[in-house]
């Protein structure tokens, strides 16, 4: 069957804007042969974390057109992952934004987070309402990108910057016919859209640690590895309703997105217009047929088309087309599956159809697998379907998840949310601005921190350099003392008590020094002497001097307290001893000599040492927990 010539200029226009510079409808982006180095080296966001064995939980929240899909995951250690939950809820026939539909969002959640509070939740805003676009600047300093990247923008969109969300991230540079240029990922948003998701979640009394779109939460099921990238470039393809969305990802980075108007409702198109034709054809059809039977409602196509998922319901005798076989529907729906397949390779065409490894299918009939073979036979390429939930996924093993691979399918965007991070996920509520302010905040703060750490150092060295300049007066002090009574000289008594006089000033004027900085030297003597395998959990000390009482004989003398009289201070710590169990009274009583050792510390004697189930990274591990008394200088 020929084409027609409208159907051909719109190809024609098509691959003209393909072959141009951008893609319309915010959606597409260059076409360009040159490979992009991709840097994805991003700033830290912390600064000294304390709490090694704390793990974040985060959740993903998507407000589908039925459904409301949440997911639970906890990140377990680096680049591993934990599902803890999920859930699917029918949404209610109230309009989002009423009291009703807020109540049903606060009920929700409240019961699928339960009484924490430290947890990351995340939520999407149509990609429809965001337009994304892959830009190229010149290669300027890292302090005016910022400009590049806006005015770049501000060129190709008209946007009102009070009323739009503007962010962007660098992809890496490239070299465009001999010239250094930097490839920048950029998107602006409605704040409006944004607001009306963030106002959602506050009057449910929650609020958002980040929002983002689909592509993006896909995005983030190949960068943690969740979901494994195939060749150069992975693509997903997504078919909804009444559009679909094909994404390109080079090593877990999206490099193109765009809309295709059509989906299911094209395939329903297809078949209306194959049994109208059929009838067309067949005399006897059309004599037969009655005047309830002539056409095919879109009601009676819909629910035929939607039978090829292995999920569905089977069709009844009532039912429309329920003596046709899967072979015969599937058949009239290809006519709109192969034009949907062109404009697949249409958008391969930007990047180039040999580097794209493999295509994950998503949608409303994603189950049938004749559908998913068809594309990928069709492109040339492996095609499967995108499973987040599959029970053979390493981190899917304390929850069962759902029998049917239709429902798991459906949760893949709620399962990236669940993955998202402000160092890996673009966020509409925390953009370049705020990450460059964040920045600027950590080198602050690392400063002081750096600072803290010197000012301690500089006072431990002061506190052992007037400890050895004590015992350096203390020994002068004994050679003129030996000096003397070995030539017994004759020396009257107002000379002596000016020498003791001017001795026990610089006694005084040590022992200031000595008790000014010993809180530090004991700190800093503890985290030299204790190794790696000690955890030391509390510290109890009493730094304050005990002087002798006046009348000897008054104050009772406590048994073993042969220094009774002279200073006296005491230190308490408690802490565990990890590693293998026959080792771990060995490690407990090197750390007790180590202690033994040092010069601050005069006696050291275990109080208590027992073998208890510790909490540590992925399993209960056996360590020996001790309480250690010592008696100081």
Known sequence: MMKSDREINATEKLLDIIRGKKVSGGFG?????????????????TVFRFKPFESKVTIGVDIGYQDLLMVKIQEIADKQWKLLDYRSVPLPKASAGSFEFTGFI????????????????????????????????PKVPKKQVENAVYWTVKKE?????????????????INELGVQKTSVMVYTTP?????????????????????????????????????????????????GRDWTRIDLYSK?????????????????????????????????????????????????????????NPNAPPLTREDFGHELKEEEIFSMVLPALERLVRQVERTFANVGAERVGKIYIAGVIDGYRPL??????????????????????????????????????????????????????PNVTFTYKAKEKLVRTVRVNRIIMLG???????????????????????????????????????????FILQIATKVKEEQRITRNYSERYLGMAVISELSALTPSHIRLLKMRTDLTPVTAPKNPEAAPRKEGDKEAGRTSRHLEIEGVVLGERGRLESLLSSYVLKLQSSPLFKETRV???????????????EVLRFSLSIKML
């Not at 896909?218 to 590895?225: A, K, P, S, V």
């Not at 027992?610 to 909490?615: D, F, G, M, P, T």
């Open 29 to 45: 982006g260059e076409k360009t042969n040159d490979v992009i180095k991709v840097k994805r080296k991003r700033p830290s966001l």
């Open 106 to 137: 606060k009920s929700e959640l409240n019961k699928f987070c339960g009484t924490s509070k430290r947890l990351k939740i995340w939520s999407l805003i149509p990609a429809s309402k965001v337009d994304v676009r892959f830009i190229k600047i």
């Open 252 to 308: 877990g980075s999206l490099i193109l997105t765009r809309g295709i108007k059509a989906g299911l409702s094209s395939m329903v198109e297809a078949l209306i217009e194959s049994h109208t034709e059929k009838k067309r054809r067949s005399p006897a059809d059309r004599a037969s047929a009655t005047e309830t039977d002539r056409g095919l409602t879109t009601e009676q196509a819909h629910k035929l088309l939607l039978s090829l």
């Open 191 to 239: 704040r409006s859209e944004v607001q009306a998701v963030q106002d959602l979640f506050s009057d449910a009394g929650y609020q958002l640690a980040g929002i983002t779109i689909a592509p993006f939460a896909i995005q983030n099921l190949f960068r943690t590895g969740w979901v494994p990238v195939v060749g150069d470039v992975t693509a997903s393809l997504y078919i």
């Open 452 to 494: 803290i750490l010197f000012f301690i150092l500089v006072g431990t060295s002061v506190f052992y350099w007037q400890v050895h300049l004590a015992d350096q007066k203390k020994a002068t002090y004994e050679g003129l003392r030996k000096e003397l009574d070995r030539y017994n000289p004759r020396i009257d008594k107002n």
């Open 607 to 621: 109080q208590s040492s027992n073998v208890e189930a510790y909490q540590v990274t992925r399993g209960q591990n």
């Open 372 to 425: 998913v073979d068809y594309i990928g036979d069709q492109l040339g390429i492996e095609s499967g379907i995108m499973d987040p939930l599959s029970p053979d996924h390493p981190s899917v093993y304390d929850i069962a998840p759902p029998t049917s691979l239709s429902e798991r399918v459906a949760f893949a965007p709620a399962v990236g949310l669940a993955l998202s991070d402000n160092e890996r996920t």
């Open 157 to 173: 969109v008209t946007f009102e910057d009070s009323e739009t969300i503007l962010d962007f991230d660098v992809q890496g540079d």
